[in-house]
Each structure stands twice: as C-alpha cells, then as structure tokens.
C-alpha cells in the first residue's frame, strides 16, 4: 500500500528522536565545527527597532525580543505563542483557519480578514511588511529572533502599526558548512521535521548558500461528526531559500520562502441547540458538524526578497529592501456549525503586493539619524457567497470585492546625544495613501454563485456595484527624551502617533444608502489614529543578575473603526450586511513589566501587563438616530490584566546538562466583540506548561519533552454571533418559549472556537 506523505513522515520522527535516546549519533566535532549555541541568559539580545543594532536593555521602546534559541526551549510552534509571554499582547488564528492570524496590542489590532480593512498590528518578515492577515501566522523554524514592538509605530514603521509591529527575522547564513535537523513527535501524532542546511560557496565565506524545509503535521483534536473528518488537524508544508553575498563593505540577500497550508477547515462549536433542526450541543468542544466542505481548504503563500546593504564611507549605511508576495486561500466557514445549509460561506482569498523600502542611516560622533522611502502596491480580492438555503431556497447573497492600495512615504528619525547620558531623538513620516475599490454584490436563486460552481440564477439587480477610490494623507511625528545615567539604566519618556487606513466596506450594501448620500460616501470609512505617550524604565540590577524593563502608557484613540457585518433585508429578501463606523472615541492606559533574573543554575522569567481599555464614544445608529452606547461596548480581545511566570533550573549531568522548566500564564476576561455575550467571552484561565531538556557538550544536540497546557484547559479564543440583542444594551433577547432569536438563518448562530487542549511532545534536534 502507497504511504501517503504524512503517514510516511511520522517514522523519520520517530528514527530522529529514538537515534538521540540511544545515543546513536557521529562522533562530536571540535567546538570549532560545531554550529553556534545559545547565548547565556545574561547576554543582550540585539534588536533593530529602530532600524540599527541596539542591545534591548539600551533601546528606548517598549519592546520584548526572544531569540530563536530561547523559542526553541520554549517549545514554541508559531508567532501566536508569543500572547503568552508578552504583556498587552493578544495574538490567534483567526476562527477556521490555521494560518490567518488576529492580532492587537494595547488593545488595537483587528480580526476581519476580509479585503478592505486594515491591520491594526504591522507583522514583519525580514523587515518586509506583510498587508494581509492570510498566512501570517508564521511557523518558527531557521529563525535568528523575533521582536514584539508595543505602541504605535507610524514613523520607522509607517501605516497599519496603530497598535505596534512583530518583527520575524530569520537567521543568516554561516560562515562554515552546518546542517540541522529537529524531529518532533507528540500528543494527537503530532509529527515535525525540519531540515536546514548552509555552506559557503568559497574558502573565504565570500558568498553563501542555505535553505530550510519543513514539514508540520497533526491529528484533529476533534472530528467533524458530519464530514468524518479531523477537525483542528495541522498539515503544513514549508521552505526557504538563501544566497548571501559578504563583502567588506557591502551585504546581499535574496530570499525566497514557501508555505502550503493544507490543513482541514476549523469547525466551530456550537453554543445553542440548533433552532431549525435541533441539532445538539456537543460534549466535546473541539468536535463539531458544519457541513460546508467546498472549496476544499488550503492556503498557499510564496515571496521573495532582495535586500542590499552598502557602507561606502565610514558612518553611512545605505540599504535597499524589494519584496513581492502572493497568497490564495481557499475557505469553507460555515457560520452557524452544522449540518445545515445555513449562513455557509464559501470564500476566496487572493493577495498580491510589491515593496520597495530605501534606508540612509549616518553616524558620527553624537549623532545618529535615518532617512528613508517606502513604496507598496497591493491588491486584495475577496469573493464569498453567504448562503442561506434555510431562509429562502437557493438563496445565495454573493460579493466580490477588489480592493487596491498604493501608498508611499518618506520619514526621517535623528537621534543626538546632547551629553553622555542624556539623548534627544525625533522623527517624522509623512504617509500618502490611496485606496481603489470594485464591489459587486449580487443575489442568487436556485443554488450558490457561478463562482463557487453554484448553478444559481441572477435576482435582480446588484445590490452593490461600485467603483471608486479615495485618498488619505497623514504625519506621524515621534519624540523622545532618553536618559541613562549610567550602563545599567535606561529612562525615556516618548510620544508617538500611529493610523490606520480608511477604505470601503466589502460587504456593504449600496442600495441600503440613506437619500442624498452616493454609494461612495456609505461604503467608506476614515482612517484612525492614536497619540500614546509613555515612560519606561529598562534596568540591571545586583551585579545584572536582574534585568527589568517597565512602562507606563496611555493612548487617546480616535476615529475608531468597528467593521462588522448584521442581518438585514435587501429587495424583500433577508440579507447580510456589512456595518462600518468610526464609532468614536478611545483611550487605553496601562502599565507594563518583565523580569528576567539569573542566579547559578536557577532562572527566573516573567511579565505582567495592565491595561484599562475604555471607549469614551461609541455613536450607532438606534431607530435611524445616532446614540452613544459607549457606556454599554467593550474594547475586544484586551483582557484588563494578563502575566506569566517561569522558572528554569540548569543541573549539570555527566556528559551535558538537564534543564527542568515550570511556568504558568493567565489572562483574565476577554470579550470577543465590543458588545459583550455571555456564550463567546472567556472568562480568566491560566495555563500550565513545563519541559524537561537535556543538552550534549558542545551543543551538538538536544532532547526535549515539552507540555503544554498540563491542566487540559478549556478556553475561547474567537466566535460567531448572529442573535438578537437589545440595540443599547447589546443584551440578548429571548422568545415567548425562551429561546434566543436568530437574526441571520433559521438555525441561530452562536458560534466558538476553542485553544489549544493539553500537548505533550518530544523534539529532538541534531547538530553536524
């Protein structure tokens, strides 16, 4: 019988891991040979926040960075780990998917992953801007570091860093000839295997040639009870290619990077019997029966990059960074979580964007300044059908959504060392933005949209047909005053504006347009923007054994965009609409700490975050009136307080060392939309992790049992709603039996997707 690709992986694992228990390995090569090892936990990580190399203590940012070491003996899989670890920070795959990633910090960020609506939180792969949340949720492997900048970023970052930026920087390529491989196997049969490799291409190291391949699988951690299959089952196949040019004065990287997601479709729970069929609530949270299983899920992404990087003269750096990338996703969501044909959403996905970003960095003496250009075309098309076969038979509310973005910018930031230890930094960026939009939104009879290889029949004439575009212009200023009175200290108090672009709703219905206004005008909405202003303190402290970093914040947010989408009827017929406002106003204020502390063997970690998140103004339409509900709406996916603790004892043993972690973090309650409902907020959870790895002398290879989760907790990370409310309160209502009111389908969607459950694993990697 033919082995599939996955089922024929597992035993290289399985070969991988068994080989290290048993020892049966080459003989270890000299410390010379031997790859680079993790740097003691008292070393600095060096970060490029501000686009040159600063240690992390020095940095006046709030700003936490994990090297790819510290990743690994952490266990983490991909970036969303990092929610655990740093303060104010809220980072999941986005409802069915794997790979389409929710991100806020300090509680801006955004979960719609639709064309149209910005980021609130820049990711970054190589210092290129990522501008669609599809395929952003990055596996970690071959990685050098990753940074998490907190607060508005609108000057060295530019458009979209409202909330901060998450910095993916993958390593470079060594100057000796190195292999790695790392095999993992684990609960639900997880089975991972990544290979790396380099070499120099002559004796001196001049040019270099490297690459990673990656292959991620898993089990379901439940079933879909209607189609058989697993469901929250991972099936990823990954690589990265590199060619490097080291020169005296000049560095080259081209880089080319794949990733094909091919992992079932996410089922959601439901939280109510179903009001049509009866269909249950089930035992098992990770168990589900949607029944839409067309288009057949799968996500590719594929980029590649340029970057140069010349020092003619001593104290300038000139860098030039060219980007393309392209992502398809292929998504069945069935809202409502079951069998029937009610609210299924097949969609469409299809990102493109080119970038060219341009950097002169000069420092002389006290000086220190940057000036740069950035460029990006991109262009994101959204098709989906809503289907809602329940309510009318074969009716089906199709869109399809073309939206293209062309934006440059120029900035500049200087910094000046007025004394030796007191610096002025200021900069600036000025942001030239436009967006083009093509909606069309068309019902169907008879069956799904021609698109989806429905055989529906047009009704009517399109609810949508809109082309336009508009334009945006903004400055984001930065300043800061930076103290250090002496090596083991850093005190800054900064400023910093951030926006977010405006656009049009994808999902909006333009013949819905109140008279006298144009389709243009009730589709759009502006752009947001945040002033936070901040004080940090970065010490060291008893001979550096401890380090802690602290700060305190508050951000005034305006022009608040809240993108949904709520029932409505459109010619007669129940319908789905788009609802965008800039609801209003803002403010989030809060404090900030981590700890690291290091004592002979023991080592202490951990965070603790604080945010008091607040809408000062929130105006909504009521019976055609606008009010202010701010009184009544939470800012989503912002727990008030959230931490983590860890500890780690490095015992020595004959031939190596043993390393025996314990950690815990917690987050207290987090609502998943700005009107509060009991059946998808989470209330607080902790979670409990621990590992136990063993090191070989000279780093020539690691064995590690990791788990996560140890006490199985049960906790939600996103939904789906479509009940009645009460417009003001946002309270749920109930019929004369009790029951809740679906607004959207016969069914009732109440919808949840679940975290992660208990995960034991073993990872073993090998060094030549």
């Known amino acids: 019988m033919a082995l599939t690709a996955r089922s024929s992986f597992r035993p290289i694992c399985a070969f991988l891991l068994s080989s290290v228990a048993l020892g049966a390995l080459p003989s270890a090569a000299s410390a010379a040979d031997a790859p680079p090892t993790a740097k003691p936990d008292n070393d600095e990580i060096i970060v490029t926040a501000r686009r040159r190399s600063e240690t992390l203590s020095s940095v006046p940012i709030a ?10 003996a952490q266990g983490a899989g991909d970036i969303t780990a990092l929610a655990d670890e ?134 379901g951690f439940g079933k879909n009870l209607t189609t058989g299959q697993g469901n929250y089952d991972k099936d990823i196949i990954a690589g990265r290619g590199t060619i490097e040019l080291h020169g005296s004065k000049i560095f080259a990287r081209i880089t080319g990077d794949y990733t094909h997601d091919m992992s079932n479709p996410r089922g959601g729970h439901r939280e109510i019997p179903g009001q049509l069929t009866g269909a249950p609530v089930l035992p098992n949270v990770f168990d589900t029966l949607s029944g839409l299983n067309s288009p057949k899920q799968d996500v590719k992404s594929w980029g590649g990059s340029i970057f140069l990087e010349a020092k003619p003269i001593d104290g300038l750096t000139l860098r030039s960074i060219t980007a393309y990338r392209k992502d398809d996703s292929a998504s069945p969501i069935d809202f409502d979580a079951s069998a029937s044909q009610d609210v299924d959403v097949p969609a469409y996905y299809r990102n493109r964007q080119l970038s060219q970003e341009l950097q002169a960095l000069y420092s002389s003496g006290r000086f220190n300044g940057m000036v740069g250009f950035y460029y990006l075309n ?78 529906g029949i047009p009704f009517g004439t399109p609810s949508t047909n809109f082309f336009g575009n508009a334009t945006y212009t903004k400055f984001t200023p930065r300043a800061s005053i930076n103290w250090r ?31 006298g206004v144009s389709q243009g005008q009730f589709l759009s909405f502006r752009p947001e923007k945040v002033d936070n202003y901040e004080v940090g303190v970065k010490t060291r402290l008893f001979d ?32 789905f609409c788009g609802v965008v406002s800039n609801a209003g106003k803002a403010r989030m204020q809060g404090v900030e700490a981590e700890g690291h502390f290091k004592m002979g063997p023991l080592t202490l970690n951990g965070s603790l975050g604080y945010i008091d998140a607040k809408y000062l103004q929130y105006i909504t339409l009521i019976n055609g009136a606008p009010m202010d509900v701010a009184a009544y709406r939470k800012v989503q996916n912002t727990p008030a307080w959230n931490g983590n603790a860890s500890a780690t004892l490095a015992l020595p043993v004959p031939k190596g060392s ?78 004369a039996q009790g029951n809740l009111i679906p607004t959207l389908g016969k069914e009732g969607v109440l919808t949840t997707y679940w975290g992660n459950p208990r995960q034991v694993f073993a990872t073993a990697t090998l060094n030549f």
């Open 485 to 515: 009175p002496d090596d083991n200290n850093t005190i800054y108090v900064s400023y910093s504006q951030g926006f977010k672009g405006g656009g049009f709703d994808p999902r909006g219905v333009g013949v819905n347009a109140p008279p």
């Open 63 to 72: 700003i936490s960075a994990f090297s790819g070491d510290q990743l690994a």
């Open 378 to 455: 991109a262009t994101a098309l959204t098709q989906f059908d809503v289907r809602l076969y329940t309510t009318v038979s074969g009716l089906t509310a199709y869109t399809d959504a073309k939206i293209v973005t062309d934006t440059m910018a120029g900035f500049a930031n200087f910094t000046y060392d007025v004394t030796d230890h007191i610096s002025l930094e200021a900069g600036g960026r000025y942001t030239w933005d436009k967006r083009g939009a093509t909606i069309l939104r068309q019902n169907y009879l008879g069956g799904g949209s021609p698109t989806f290889g429905g055989a």
């Open 544 to 575: 550096r054994k401890l380090a802690l970093n602290l700060a305190a914040f508050r951000m005034d947010y305006k022009d608040v965009q809240i993108p949904g989408s709520v029932a409505c009827t459109v010619a007669g017929l129940p319908n």
């Open 658 to 735: 043993l390393d025996l972690t314990g950690g815990m973090s917690w987050k207290s309650t987090t609502y998943q939309f700005e009107i509060p409902n009991p059946y998808l907020d989470q209330p607080a959870y902790a979670l409990f992790d621990a590992s136990i790895v063993y090191h070989a002398p000279g780093g020539r290879w690691t064995l590690g049992v990791y788990g996560k989760n140890l006490a199985d907790k049960r906790y939600k990370t996103s939904g789906y709603t479509y009940v009645a409310g009460d417009a003001v309160t946002g309270a749920l209502t109930r019929n």
């Open 86 to 219: 740093v303060p104010n920070v809220t980072l999941e795959p986005s409802r069915g998917t794997n790979s389409t990633l929710s991100a806020f910090i300090r509680g801006v960020g955004q979960q719609d992953p639709v064309s149209g609506f910005e980021q609130g939180v820049g990711i970054y792969l190589d210092d290129v801007y990522l501008n669609r949340p599809q395929a952003a949720v990055l596996d970690i492997y071959d990685v050098e570091r990753v940074e998490v900048l907190r607060g508005p970023q609108g000057t060295l970052y530019g458009r979209n860093t409202i909330g901060g930026a998450i910095k993916y920087v993958t390593k470079k390529l060594d100057d000796k000839a190195h292999v790695q491989l790392r095999g993992t196997y684990g609960s639900y049969n997880q089975a991972d295997g990544v290979i790396t490799a380099s070499t120099p291409l002559d004796s001196n190291g001049l040019v270099r040639v490297g690459g990673s391949f990656a292959r991620l699988t898993r089990d």
